[in-house]
């Protein structure tokens, strides 16, 4: 499962859902999905959220259940 | 986006439309059988006196069926008014032939659910027409029957179409 620390930096910036979407150029409902691990962004949208969140990608998300160590 | 948006409720608009066009047809199925029998059975000489049997559901049906589908798209073209100046970047127009209006790609999510709505949809045709040919091979019914098995299809796939958005929605 990919997972994220999305909703930590989100706070951390201040963020809404509806302002990080707005600023990435999604729907709010679609951050409130990736957040929750249910959605697995494309690589463009990964950069964009990194980008807002001033992080890199492969530190926002990991894949949990082992595969990170394959 | 929300559950208001009208491009969500489309699915909504098609399953009101179709009840209409439900109603509508019954009578129009068989003003049209009477005209392919020559309105036999609808005037009746009895002793002399001329009686008139009335088929009053189906009359009614078609005047009812007429009226509601007018207050429909009087409602229909003022909610699209209504919705391309609300979103004047996200215009609908009223008939589209090309792409349903409820298909809804403002991002990839977006875009994978509708897929994923469209597949629901699926599965459910390849499965709903084959029970309806079967039935229309075994039962010797009405024509309004097949239509309205036909109709139920169409409900059915807005339903699914627009349960799937809804859940998106919900978040």
Redesign the interface.
């Given at each position: 499962m990919l997972r994220n620390r999305i909703k930590e930096l989100r706070a951390r910036h201040g963020f809404s859902q509806t302002e990080l979407a707005k600023r990435v150029?999604?729907?709010?409902?679609?951050i409130?999905?990736?957040e929750k691990g249910e959605?697995s962004?494309?690589i463009t949208?990964s950069l964009r959220l990194a980008k807002q969140l001033q992080i890199t990608v492969d530190e926002l998300f990991w894949l949990e259940g082992g595969d990170e160590d394959e | 986006m929300n559950k208001s948006d009208l491009r969500v409720q489309f699915p909504l608009w098609n399953i009101a439309l179709w009840i209409i066009l439900m109603i509508w047809t019954y009578g129009v199925v068989y003003a049209v059988d009477m005209l392919l029998i020559d309105f036999k059975g609808v005037f009746e000489n009895v002793n002399g006196v001329l009686i008139i049997n009335w088929h009053v559901p189906e009359i009614l049906s078609i005047y009812i069926g007429l009226l509601l589908s007018i207050i429909f798209f009087i409602a229909y073209f003022i909610r699209i008014k209504q919705h391309n100046k609300e979103n004047p970047t996200n215009k609908l127009v009223g008939i589209s032939f090309l792409k349903p209006s409820e298909f809804l790609e403002d991002d990839e999510m977006l875009r994978q659910v509708t897929e994923k709505a469209t597949k629901n949809v699926y599965v459910m045709y390849s499965h709903g027409l084959p029970l309806i040919i079967f039935f229309l091979i075994v039962f010797d019914t009405s024509r309004y029957v097949y239509i309205l098995l036909l109709f139920l299809l169409l409900i059915i796939h807005n339903a699914l179409f627009y349960r799937e958005i809804r859940k998106f929605l919900r978040g």
């Open positions: 150029g999604v729907t709010r409902q679609t409130g999905f990736i959605f962004p494309s949208l | -």
